[in-house]
């Protein structure tokens, strides 16, 4: 089967390139490689559906790297999740990890690589066919 991206994760990647079209991307991602596949990760296709539920931005939403935005907007996504948008299942940032688990409250992330150079979202089965527009105030939300 073909894998492909959630739809709600092409929207927020649209977000972002729409946002910052000039944004380094060396550290974008989403699907899993060798290393990602040899144990659970949402980079991996749905055995099923073949939908893939994750993303990695580049930290560098300014190719300078300045200013430095992407823990604002990691916050924004977590809040727009918090807020009651059921595609976002967790966001991990800079060492932390946000998801329904504590109320969208960061917590310290204790995964092997601590992503201080990428953005890592991944999303419910809710997103696989919703691309919705998201209301994340730094990635061009109209509200
Ligand atoms: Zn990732």
């Known amino acids: 089967m073909k894998p492909t991206l959630s739809k709600a994760a092409q929207q927020l990647r649209e977000q972002f390139d729409d946002t910052f079209p000039d944004r380094d991307r060396r550290s974008d991602g989403w699907i899993g490689d060798a290393r990602h596949s040899s144990r659970p990760s949402d980079h991996n296709p749905d055995p099923k559906t073949g939908v893939v539920r994750a993303t990695d931005t580049d930290r560098d939403v300014h190719k300078s790297g300045k200013?430095?935005?992407?823990?604002?907007?990691a916050d924004q996504i977590r809040l727009a999740a918090k807020a009651g948008d059921?595609?976002?299942?967790?966001?991990?940032?800079?060492?932390?990890?946000?998801?329904?688990?504590?109320?969208?409250?960061?917590?310290?992330?204790t995964g092997s690589n601590p992503h201080n150079h990428h953005c890592h979202v991944s999303f419910t089965s809710k997103?696989?066919?919703d691309g919705s527009f998201f209301q994340i105030p730094l990635l061009g939300a109209n509200k």
């Open 86 to 109: 059921k595609r976002i299942a967790y966001v991990i940032f800079n060492g932390r990890i946000a998801s329904s688990r504590l109320g969208w409250r960061w917590r310290k992330y």
């Open 67 to 73: 200013p430095d935005l992407m823990p604002d907007i």
């Open 127 to 129: 997103g696989d066919e």
